[in-house]
């Protein structure tokens, strides 16, 4: 009996950016713990000479191939050479598309990078993120109730990576730090426009983070205060204190990656509406 593989080859050819063939992906990569995809990702392919470099890679490298290419003639291509080459080939579109035309009863206008058109959406979520850059850790709190979203937490929470990735969707989010005996800004209790969540964790989650940014510091600071559990206990007791004085929903982070962490957030603020 053959032993598995720990490693495959993973080829991503795309007409855009490759962002929806790289999220599938590694979706489906994820239900595969013992076997390690080698991403191979070929953005902005649109015409057959392009096409044909990519596949002397694959040749070189032989793999699953996704990819998602709206023009038919392309597909058709990747779709021949691939079984010729006898490769499993996957179009991630077409069956939703298929879905998409049988209930609207019309066929896709197949417009090549279509969800990157530079609309009012697209504006929006430029906006949010300059908010989000200028109102990171606790920077220009005069201004929070602008926010649609306040994340609060003790350092090594998440707060930064979390709003950014919130900014990412439109969403205009400041992120303040908790520091134990330190009162939060009088504007974050006056707002009455964002959603304020608190960010916790485990102290000891929060201190192997925090382990790991310690060879980073400037000299004098006390990296044992730092990184010592009682202590991050205590700020994680003082930030919990101040979230049930206010009412402010806390999520847990410590198991949760900045996407679900993001949905969980998402998900208050849909029932806070």
């Known amino acids: 009996m053959n032993k598995p593989q720990n490693f495959f080859h993973l080829h991503l050819i795309s007409d855009a950016t490759g962002e929806t063939l790289l999220a599938a992906g590694r979706a489906a990569a994820a239900q595969y713990k013992h076997a390690r995809a080698i991403e191979h990702i070929y953005p902005l392919i649109r015409t057959e ?84 850059m200028e109102h990171d850790d606790g920077q220009s709190p005069g201004d929070v109730d602008e926010a649609d979203i306040v994340l609060i937490g003790i350092s090594r929470t998440s707060k930064t990576p979390t709003s950014i990735y919130l900014a990412n969707r439109g969403i205009k989010t400041a992120n303040i730090p908790i520091v134990l005996g330190v009162p939060m800004p009088e504007s974050l209790a006056l707002a009455t426009r964002p959603l304020i969540v608190g960010l916790i964790a485990s102290a000891e989650r929060v201190s192997h983070v925090r382990q790991n940014r310690v060879l980073g510091m400037t000299t004098g600071f006390d990296s044992q205060a730092y990184v010592d559990r009682a202590t991050i206990a205590e700020e994680l007791a003082y930030a919990r204190q101040i979230c049930a004085r206010h009412n402010w929903p806390t999520i847990d982070v410590s198991r949760r990656s900045i996407e679900e962490t993001a949905a969980a957030i998402v998900a208050l603020r849909g029932k806070t509406r």
Do not use: W
């Open 49 to 132: 000479k392009q096409l044909d470099k990519v596949f002397e890679d694959i040749d070189e490298e032989p793999g699953i191939v996704l990819y998602t290419i709206v023009d038919q003639h392309l597909a058709g291509l990747i779709d021949s050479r691939c079984a010729e080459m006898g490769l499993p080939c996957v179009s991630v579109l077409e069956p939703v598309l298929g879905v998409f035309q049988s209930y609207l009863g019309t066929p896709a206008g197949r417009r090549v990078g279509a969800q990157h058109v530079l609309d009012a959406e697209y504006f929006r979520r430029i906006d949010a993120l300059n908010f989000t």
